[in-house]
């Protein structure tokens, strides 16, 4: 979550498929506040990322939200958000903020692209190890190597749903020209040079913990909302 939002006791994250609209609605905000919910995010795949080169997805149809809710009990938050959706999946996570995104006005959208990527740990290495290089080495490459102001790394603690495991959600947040531009997504000014460097470096270490696999990967707009 973004500066603006206080840390609560649990951090819920959803992927939600199907039309987004009721997302905004101020019914569905009332209800979830009145179910214990104190602050909303609302990350949409929308017209406004409809440009975005990079997309990735390992289910059968493309995520179109990812929500997250800070509450002290998700029992009462998830029939709420499945009902607004055509399908849900749902986690528990631990969030971590090495670069705090900027706060926004409530209910606007942040002037970025947002892209949230679902990690998994592959096949041979440890929770412990997958944990130590995402959080450790991970962390200072991504952000030396792309142009982010926002970097919120999410650590999945219980699944809340079914569906094919989750590890970890990835938010990122990139000047919107970042969409079409490789320069503007990476930082490297216009240097090709540059640009080969970071995306090299980038490379090597997402291989190095499995991210460059079984991925997925959502451009999106961001609102939150204060639910208070």
């Known amino acids: 979550m973004g500066s603006s939002i206080e840390r609560h006791t649990m951090k819920l994250m959803y992927a939600l498929w199907g039309e ?8 569905l905000h009332h209800e979830l506040a009145r179910a214990g919910a104190t602050a909303l995010q609302v ?15 390992t289910y059968p149809e493309p995520v179109t939200a990812i929500v997250s809710v800070h509450c002290d009990d998700h029992t009462a938050i998830t029939p709420l958000l499945a009902a607004a959706a055509a399908g849900l999946e749902g986690w528990i996570v631990d969030e971590r903020t090495p670069l705090p995104p900027p706060p926004t006005p409530n209910g606007q959208r942040c002037a970025a692209l947002a892209n949230i990527a679902l990690l998994r740990i592959p096949d041979g290495m440890t929770r412990a190890d997958w944990l130590r290089y995402w959080h450790g080495t991970h962390t200072t490459i991504a952000i030396e190597t792309q142009a982010t102001f926002g970097y919120v790394q999410n650590t999945v603690l219980a699944p809340i749903t079914g569906g094919p495991a989750v590890d970890g959600l990835v938010e990122e947040l990139f000047p919107m020209a970042a969409m079409t531009d490789p320069h503007a997504f990476w930082g490297s000014a216009g240097d090709e040079t540059e640009l080969r460097s970071r995306l090299t470096r980038m490379l090597h270490s997402i291989a190095a913990f499995g991210a460059d696999r079984n991925l997925d990967l959502i451009p999106t707009s961001r609102y939150t909302y204060d639910l208070n």
């Open 20 to 27: 987004t609209t009721a997302l905004h609605d101020r019914a």
């Open 43 to 57: 990350n949409v795949s929308d017209a406004d990322v409809a440009a975005a080169q990079t997309r990735i997805g």
